[in-house]
């Protein structure tokens, strides 16, 4: 990142992305970007990361997301959670969800401390000479020409720069000043209720799981987290305040009937108020909202950060494409369409789980929990709780894909399943999305694709930041001609039960399909593909010498 020269003595910098706010989902985008060889000027009005309690829960698509990202297994503290249990001072337990097991190689559900996560976040960011991250910055002022970003930055003192960037990402929380700036309405409600939440160390005998029990007169959820940790959340009453209720002695007394509560060690403790809202719109002009800025999720789904996350991956590759000028600008409409439909799905199924965990009065409870109680004597009615069914899948309505009638394997706007796979290179067993790497991927599943389609057409594809693949069962592999190389499927069965061989999908970097289809229209798919993203001369007039910052290849680790 270097300042141009200027007469004046304010900085001037130019960038390609302009990203306001580092909280863990500016910092998973910004490593993205990073990934995909993006210029980042990435900044955060404050010095440190907040400590306090907030997001607590990630599920599969999230860690999946944030493998995408470039975090390795291990890398930060998780806790399985094997399932969430919903307890009645009238009915005991009266429903469940069963989130044991594993999803496109991630657990179900876990928990987290967030805190670590924003550390490792911001460490990572380091690794990429097109990021640079300033702390104590905040975004004064912003103006969108039709071409450009041009903003004003201040510090604490009010030293000021300049910035001229190609796009700005809004991930500045809830107040988002990016948001109101762009006069978007934050549309929805913000609940009466405040929480206390308390994080504790050192609590004899912990739980396993997450736990809500919903008794109208106090709903308290409790959970096991990382580190030693358990986490209560409390419900205050009407004329409780948050200072009266955050006293030491008010949580002892709150957390008495669930464990001694002289003994444990209280890490910290903070009241907030849930919302749920959205923004009007996620993007304007050459402005973008993701995280909070664009949505806020009451808690009950643990889908606030999930929900983040989901922006994150769908936003950065399209910027990428588009900057580098291997997309053309629509392309970028596209997030708004895909993204903002499911989030309020999620937002919804949010609301109906609250429903269940604070209801109202005694009345609403016998009514609601007896009724759900009633339903689990049903099978049907019984798994469609208990294995999440009622989750919104995160499949698109519209968006940047097609689909063609009848033939539908995938289903295109949906996430290619991710599993264990051998690459022909060599090496350990990796997951699919590891060996795939960060770009377009169109994959013959059980077919060579080589002869299919013309040698021309496979160029504009690389070009384009694709690559082709022959995904196949070891009894299958055989010697492929380049450019396609080959991937052995460990996993036998994930496959062949959602598609036959000789199907071909083209997939996005963010993992959505794009198409499929069999492979005697493989050469169809891949010139419409092409046609769908085709850069725009206006697009790549908008450019100036940049340095080649090349994508991130894969890691692939036994």
């Not at 307890?87 to 337990?93: C, D, K, Y």
């Not at 009241?271 to 808690?299: M, N, Q, W």
């Not at 399943?417 to 699919?432: C, D, E, I, K, N």
């Not at 930041?465 to 022959?470: A, D, E, H, N, P």
Request: hydrophobic content about 45%; proline content about 7%; aromatic content about 8%.
């Amino acid at each position: 990142m270097n300042a141009t020269s200027s007469h004046h003595t304010v900085p001037r910098l130019d960038t390609d992305i302009l990203l306001v706010g580092l909280g863990p989902v500016g910092a998973a985008l910004a490593n993205l970007l990073g990934r995909y060889g993006v210029r980042v000027l990435a900044i955060d009005k404050a010095t440190t990361i907040f400590e306090k309690p907030r997001a607590i829960a990630l599920d599969n698509e999230a860690l999946r997301i944030l493998q995408l990202a470039g975090v390795r297994d291990g890398e930060f503290e998780t806790v399985a959670i094997p399932q969430v249990q919903y307890r009645s001072p009238l009915f005991g337990r009266f429903a469940r969800i069963n989130s044991a097991g594993i999803i496109d190689g991630h657990p179900a559900l876990v928990t987290f401390y967030q805190p670590e996560l924003e550390r490792l976040l911001r460490e990572k960011l380091a690794q990429y000479p097109g990021v640079e991250v300033r702390l104590g910055i905040e975004l004064a002022t912003f103006a969108d020409d039709g071409r450009f970003i041009k903003a004003r930055l201040e510090d604490a003192v009010g030293n000021e720069t300049h910035v001229r960037a190609r796009y700005l990402v809004g991930t500045d929380g809830a107040n988002s000043l990016v948001r109101r700036t762009l006069g978007l309405d934050f549309e929805g409600r913000s609940f009466h209720q405040d929480w206390l939440i308390v994080d504790a160390l050192d609590v004899p005998d912990p739980i396993d799981h997450v736990e809500f029990t919903c008794d109208p007169l106090r709903p308290s959820p409790r959970m096991v987290a990382p580190g030693g940790r358990q986490r209560w959340e409390f419900m205050l009453r009407p004329g409780e305040s948050p200072e009266e209720m955050e006293r030491p002695e008010s949580v002892r007394r709150l957390l008495a009937p669930w464990c001694d509560s002289q003994r444990i060690r209280i890490e910290r403790t903070a009241v907030y108020r849930f919302h749920a809202r959205e923004a009007k719109r996620f993007s304007e002009g050459r402005c973008f909202l993701a995280g909070d800025a664009a949505h806020i999720t009451p808690p009950f789904a643990g889908q606030g950060l999930v929900a983040g996350l989901r922006d994150a991956a769908n936003l950065a590759w399209k910027l990428a494409w588009v900057v580098q000028g291997r997309a053309n600008e629509r392309v970028l409409d596209s997030y708004d369409t895909e993204r903002r439909p499911h989030a309020r799905k999620i937002i919804r199924l949010a609301r109906m789980l609250g429903a269940i965990v604070m209801p109202q009065n005694r009345g609403a409870a016998f009514a609601v929990h007896g009724l759900m109680s009633l339903l689990r004597l049903v099978p049907a009615a019984r798994a469609l709780f208990e294995d999440m069914k009622v989750k919104p899948q995160n499949i698109f309505d519209q968006g940047l894909f097609w689909r063609v009638r009848g033939s539908e394997r995938l289903r295109a706007g949906t996430m290619l399943p991710q599993g264990w796979v051998r690459p022909a290179t060599g090496g350990g067993p990796v997951l699919s999305d590891d060996a795939l790497g960060l770009q377009w991927a169109m994959i013959g599943f059980g077919v060579d694709l080589s002869a299919r389609l013309p040698a021309e057409l496979l160029q504009c594809w690389q070009a384009a930041g694709g690559r082709v693949w022959q995904w196949c069962q070891r009894s299958q592999a055989q010697h492929l001609a380049p450019p396609v190389q080959r991937l052995e499927a460990l996993d036998e069965a994930l496959l062949p039960r959602r598609v036959p061989m000789g199907w071909v999908a083209i997939v996005r970097p963010d993992r959505c399909v794009l198409a499929e289809g069999p492979a005697s229209e493989a050469e169809t798919m891949l010139r419409r593909a092409l046609e769908l993203v085709a850069p725009s001369v206006s697009s790549a007039a908008a450019t100036w010498p940049t340095p080649a910052y090349p994508i991130q290849e894969a890691e692939h680790a036994a």
